[in-house]
């Protein structure tokens, strides 16, 4: 599946913004969903996951009580929304996807998510907070 992001820019300290991130060539209903960024001159790190369901989620403790991931299978697109950003939050956010089987526990998909065990990465996009 080909992943692409959506809905990066420029946004002032305390802002908000959403992210979306869709599939061509397939369909994201049997997927395990989440967001990575990588900051400038930094690591990459882990935003938050998605059960394939919806049903189940994570998030890195920087991302706690500020960010929601969500997974809409109607439209077969997949949200971060974040609010109270900083410029700590400015990155690249990539969307990446995980085929899950069937009888796996929802809490399995999500750590797999976690732990970068994927299929799929997205380009990314990029978000800017300014001060």
Not at 51 to 59: E, I, K, L, V
Not at 70 to 99: E, H, I
């Amino acid at each position: 599946v080909h992943l692409v992001e959506s809905g990066g820019g420029l946004v002032q300290r305390g802002g908000s913004v959403r992210l979306s991130c869709a599939a061509s060539g397939g369909s994201l209903s049997m997927y395990a969903l989440g967001w990575f960024r990588q900051a400038p001159g930094k690591e990459r790190e882990f935003v938050a996951a998605i059960s394939h369901g919806g049903y189940t989620t994570a998030y890195a403790d920087s991302a706690t009580g500020r960010f929601t991931i969500t997974k809409d299978n109607a439209d077969d697109t997949m949200y971060l929304q974040m609010n109270n950003l900083t410029p700590d939050d400015t990155a690249v956010y990539s969307c990446v996807a995980k085929l899950v089987p069937l009888d796996i526990p929802s809490s399995t998909e999500v750590a797999w998510i976690k732990s970068s065990n994927l299929d799929a990465w997205g380009q990314g996009t990029l978000v800017t907070v300014s001060s």
